[in-house]
């Protein structure tokens, strides 16, 4: 019995363990199975937000030259020559285009494809026309995707469907990473010994794991490779296969797969892949070109297309080789793509977004209303206002302009930074934002973050503040512009000077404000009251508070280009203040509308004193301070605006509006540091050149009821005539021009005669 | 208070009826594409599809921003949406560019009668009606 208990015992012992063992394996087999199931089933691919530009919409008597369409259509990867049964491309031909449109969803519903004629002559569209040739009144391009909400990892995707992937492209997939994926259990023994024979051979092809393998390497496990790991890996895959289908598998494959980078932005899934390399939808995608992400599966960086063109023509044929000897592509299929080069779209760096200023404006405005998770992974799309002819146009005037100041050294040390903001001077749309002269850093948004001493910008709050009175001030009211000392109690006595050291005796107030002389408008703020003063910058759109001192209505006060904007936006409207906003429409990821930002309008002001306010500001270029913007833009545009400069020149302003568009631009440096800087030689251009850029409308404000014309005699601000020399005839509210007439009035004209002695004997 | 109101009505539509007229505001020849966006936008508003009139709207005003009939259409959906502060405004703004069209700024201020008494503002709302009288001559 004791001879026969020992094996006895240590059989039982051994039956003990490897119970334990099964018990164990089972439980952990089972741990492994719910969390398969959980994570697979719970899965849901985190989609970014997507962001697009304005579309292009295109109609006669557009104003925007064929050389800007051109650049949109290179933009959106439009190929330049037919491509029959495609669509995306253009065919120029003279002065007409030939746009074949690629379909799209926008948020009122889905626009197909379809081909366009555009007739362009004198800087703009002439005529627009289907194929067949009969006229259309409007037509849109599709929007320029301009970047993305990305979830932490920066990872970017597009689902598809299985159904919309190419046969062809699974054929390729299958044939080169796993080519008994729809028998395997998960795993191929045979395709294992495979691999390692080619690798011994040296002629490696497959990678040996299977597609389910890899997928669950890529969802569940970090890359280390143990044999645990290993293990792990064959008993994930196989209960995936015991739980899902083919198909479902599949599908999740092509959508999680790793296929290339670009800047920060990771490229997965074989649909943004399609987009990214070709610029196309997935469904469109030739064997050649499928054959080419397939190749990008084994590494997307060794392969790179882009920097290693050759060696990834090369995979490419590989892969086409092994498609055709699986039968997964046709002899005349293999001949035909494997002639082909690789037909990238050309490359368009872009990163999370080649405009992250605006970007971070778009995601500011989307907080109001979206929770931060819901933008990173529900794929919402979102329509915005920028406008990429604008925004191109902005980013080249400020990056050419500081570049050239730096190389003069004309205003202090290289290292200049500044910012740019444009908007609809109507519907309050932002159709730029430039955060710095490296605009696709994304870093310090000056649009928005700086703040900085605002100058004189904040000017026109006291002159409107004046004009509201038309009893008290007119356009030709005498001010004084004689030393002035400002007592408030508590606080240090008030001297302001002229930047140009002197004082200047009576000046008209148009002339204080063309001219920007800081003492008679300090006066003038004074005797209007600070803080009427300061409530209407409220009323004008400046959010921030303002300090209730004397030394405000000079601006010492810190404000961002964006405030700014949001000031002479109203004044550009008439006075009507529209929310400058960066958003149009969000939808759904399959189009649902979401959301509408509608356009909203209020009443800041009486139309009166705005248009007398908009006729100085026109003066201030005409012949003030902004005089040389005559060199950018021809006196008939009528453009107005404000330079504005700082104390010991440490920040540089200028903001202005032609008949359509409102634009701010700040030029200082970042450690706020003193400088040579001046509104009108280093802001002011930049702004002109953004703005010639752009075929400017002219400004034409429709007088208001209630305002008159007059005569006006400029040295004693009296009533002149046209016989007066230097005469300048200025708008009036009713009933406020100056009764009393100019010597010169009086002695040239009769009824000027009559009149003065009608006011003297009172006749 | 009323009859008072009124006759400051009065006063003001008669120092408003000596005032010169102003020229209108160069318009050019209608766009094609705007008259095409203000007809759709016409046939969704008396159909109810008021989003998609708002939308037919804005995009026209995109394109031709100092069209006041554009403001004035906009204005109308607002009322028909229920924003009457968004009606006013847009009315108004419809005014600032209507030049010397007096039977469009008698429309604007009969939108914003109708705005205004829908608020409850009864007071406004006559006001406004007698500036429409006074262009509707």
Partial sequence: MARRAKPGRARRLLRLGLLALALGASAYV?????????????????????????????????RVPETDVLRELRELGYRPAVRAGESGWYVENGDTLEISVRPFIFWDGPQPAKQLRVTFGDGGVTGLADAQGAPLALARLEPLLIGGIYPTNNEDRVLVRLAEVPKTLIGELIAVEDRRFYTHWGFDPRG???????????????????????????????????????????????????????????????????????????IHGVGLAAQFYFGKPIEDLTPAESALLVALVKGPGYYDPFRHPKRALERRNLVLREAREQHALT????????????????????????????????????????????????????????????????????????????????????????????????????????????????????????????????????????????????????????PFTWKARGAEPWRPVNYDRRFHGAVALRTALANSYNVASARLGTELGIDKVIATAHKLGIEHELPPYASTLLGAADLSPFELAQMYQTIASGGFRVPLHAIRDVTTQDGRPLKRYP?????????????????????????????????????????????GTTNDQRDAWFAGFTGDRVGVVWVGYDDNRAARLLGASSALPVWGETMAALEPQPLVLPAPAGIEQTWIDPQTGLRADATCAGAVELPFADGSAPQARAPCASVASGAGVKSWFERIFGL | MRILLLVLVALAAGCAAVAPEQPAPQQPPENAAVASLMHSAHADADAGRLASAEASLERALRIDPRNPRLWQQLAGVRLQQGDYAQAESLAARSNSWAGADDVLRAENWRLIAEARRARGDDAGAHEALERAEHYGR
């Fill in chain 1, 331 to 482: 002899d005349e299929q293999y001949q035909v793509a494997r002639a082909t080069d690789l037909g990238l779209n050309p490359q368009r760096a872009m990163g999370t977004s080649p405009y992250p200023a605006f970007v971070d404006l778009v995601h500011r405005q989307l907080l109001r209303d979206y929770d931060e998770a819901d933008l990173r992974s529900e794929g919402l799309r979102i329509f915005s206002t920028l406008d990429p002819r604008v925004q191109g146009a902005a980013e080249r005037a400020l990056a050419d302009r500081l570049d050239a100041f730096d190389r003069e050294r004309r205003f202090g040390a290289p290292g200049l930074e500044g910012a740019v903001v444009v908007a609809d001077s109507q519907t309050g749309e932002v159709q730029a934002l430039v955060g710095g002269r490296d605009a696709r850093y994304q870093g310090f948004n000056r649009a928005l973050d700086a703040a900085r001493q605002v100058g004189s910008l904040l000017k026109p709050a006291i002159y409107l503040t004046a004009l509201e009175q038309p009893s008290r001030y007119t356009l030709a009211t005498l001010l004084d512009d004689s």
């Fill in chain 1, 192 to 266: 294992l010994a495979r691999a390692a024979y080619s690798m011994a051979t040296g002629h490696r092809i497959e990678g040996g794991s299977t597609l389910t393998q890899q997928l669950v390497k890529n969802f569940f496990l970090s890359p280390e490779r143990t044999l645990g790991r290993k293990l792990t890996e064959l008993a994930m895959a196989v209960l995936l296969e015991l739980h899902y289908s083919k198909n479902e598998i599949l599908e999740t494959y092509l959508n999680e797969i790793y296929l290339g980078q670009d800047r920060d932005r990771a």
């Fill in chain 1, 599 to 643: 356009l909203a309008v209020e009443q800041a002001f009486q139309a009166a004193p705005v248009y007398l306010l908009v006729a100085a500001l026109q003066d201030v270029v005409r012949d003030g301070t902004a005089k040389s913007l005559a060199d950018w833009l021809p006196p008939e545009i009528g453009a107005a605006g404000k330079t």
């Fill in chain 1, 30 to 62: 089972l741990y492994l199975d719910q969390r398969v199931r959980h994570e697979f089933e719970g899965r849901r691919f985190a989609l970014p937000a997507k962001i697009y530009a304005r579309p292009l919409e295109l109609h006669v008597g557009l």
